[in-house]
Nanobody, 120 residues
Framework: VQLQASGGGLVQPGGSLTLSCAAS????????MAWYRQAPGKQRELVAS???????NYSDFMQGRFTIYRGNAKNTVNLGMNSLKLEDTAVYYC???????????????WGQGTQVTVSS
């Protein structure tokens, strides 16, 4: 499966961005999808995840500012980010769990990352 992330950019503190990640591939059944981020000098951390049934899960530091949701086609995952702070600056990565051709083995794939910079 291939993942294509987009939507990053430069935004002022308090601003908003929406990240999108589109997955593609043959014979794919998509499972949980998630967004992670990695700031310079820090470990990659989970931002939010959403189950195949649509139940979201957020890291505590989101404090209600971010919203994760899946597209109607189920192969996309979006992250709406509001009230952005300087400390939200990071490379954001999408992650998708999936099975192939109806088999039970669960695969995992990462997108290429999209830069979000919050700066005045």
């Amino acid at each position: 499966v291939q993942l294509q992330a987009s939507g990053g950019g430069l935004v002022q503190p308090g601003g908003s961005l929406t990240l999108s990640c589109a997955a593609s591939g043959n014979g794919i059944t998509y499972g949980d999808m998630a967004w992670y981020r990695q700031a310079p000098g820090k470990q990659r951390e989970l931002v939010a995840s959403i189950a195949s049934g649509g139940t979201p899960n957020y890291s505590d530091f989101m404090q209600g500012r971010f919203t994760i949701y899946r597209g109607n086609a189920k192969n996309t995952v979006n992250l709406g980010m509001n009230s952005l702070k300087l400390e939200d600056t990071a490379v954001y990565y999408c992650n998708v769990a999936f099975t192939r051709w109806g088999r039970s083995y669960r695969h995992n794939a990462w997108g290429q990352g999209t830069q979000v910079t919050v700066s005045s």
